[in-house]
């Protein structure tokens, strides 16, 4: 953790910033905070679904459109284990492998490292007829898997595609966060905000903490000046002077 300025040279105020910074708590998974929409109706009705072709679906969507939070729902629901592809390789094969589990959840497919340790988990859970829910920022076809019978394996597996967020998503989202953080925000730049920022769950996700740590390192209330400063290069809206 940071020291306080005159040990590490951090100035007082970017020392507290860093202080709430690192004590957030990460974003909650809880079924009683994902955000109904009709952009991810189609993905909520597979997963209320059973019998899956060949016990296998892949969620897809672009980043913080609710794929890995609506993974991590059904996986508490089936008692699945979370496996990240990030980290999947053999050693956790083999350990799933032993544990016989009848659900598995695979987040962040686009982020595997061990194509051999995928393609293994793949064949596992077809020999154990295991239930296997999986996250994706792209779908198969777009991912550059080198070995070919994983990437056959792959697009093979049924596509659910979450849509982009409506209006009435975001809006809900940017409420969530702000109130998440405590922060102190006023309609005007609410609607500021739902006007100028692209049109993605990810860009609101990035507005409210590029906001967030702003007021933490000018500790005043937010105004549009400082906001249009703190999102610099997000905004849908050309800069002072260039309209």
């Not at 189609?42 to 072709?53: E, K």
């Not at 962040?108 to 996250?135: F, G, K, M, P, Y």
């Not at 940017?174 to 309609?187: D, F, G, N, P, Y």
């Not at 400082?226 to 800069?239: F, H, I, K, N, V």
Request: aromatic content about 2%; charged content about 20%; glycine content about 4%.
């Amino acid at each position: 953790m940071d020291k306080e300025a005159g040990i590490d040279g951090l100035a007082p105020g970017n020392a507290a910033a860093q202080l709430a910074l690192a004590l957030r708590p990460p974003a909650s998974v809880a079924a009683r905070h994902f955000i109904p929409s009709a952009s991810n109706a189609q993905a909520r009705h597979w997963l209320n679904q059973t019998g899956w072709p060949d016990r296998r679906l892949l969620l897809c969507g672009d980043d913080s459109c609710g794929k890995s939070h609506l993974l991590h729902i059904w996986a508490a629901r089936r008692q699945a284990r979370v496996v990240d592809a990030a980290t999947l390789d053999m050693t956790q094969v083999v350990e799933i492998a032993g544990a016989a589990h009848t659900t598995l959840a695979l987040d962040h497919l686009e982020r595997v490292t061990s194509e051999r340790a995928l393609l293994h988990l793949l064949n596992l859970a077809r020999e154990q007829r295991t239930t296997l829910l999986i996250a994706s920022r792209y779908a198969p076809v777009r991912l550059p898997i080198v070995l070919p019978d994983l990437a056959s394996r792959l697009r093979a597996i049924t596509v659910v595609p979450l849509l982009s967020p409506e209006d009435s998503l975001r809006f809900a989202l940017l409420l969530r966060l702000i109130a998440e953080r405590q922060m102190i925000v006023s309609k005007p730049i609410l609607d500021w905000l739902m006007q100028h920022l692209p049109r993605t769950c990810d860009a609101i996700v990035s507005a409210v903490d590029r906001l967030d740590q702003a007021g933490l390192a000018h500790n005043r209330p937010l105004t549009r000046v400082l906001a249009r400063q703190a999102l610099s290069g997000l905004l849908d809206e050309p800069a002072p002077g260039e309209r």
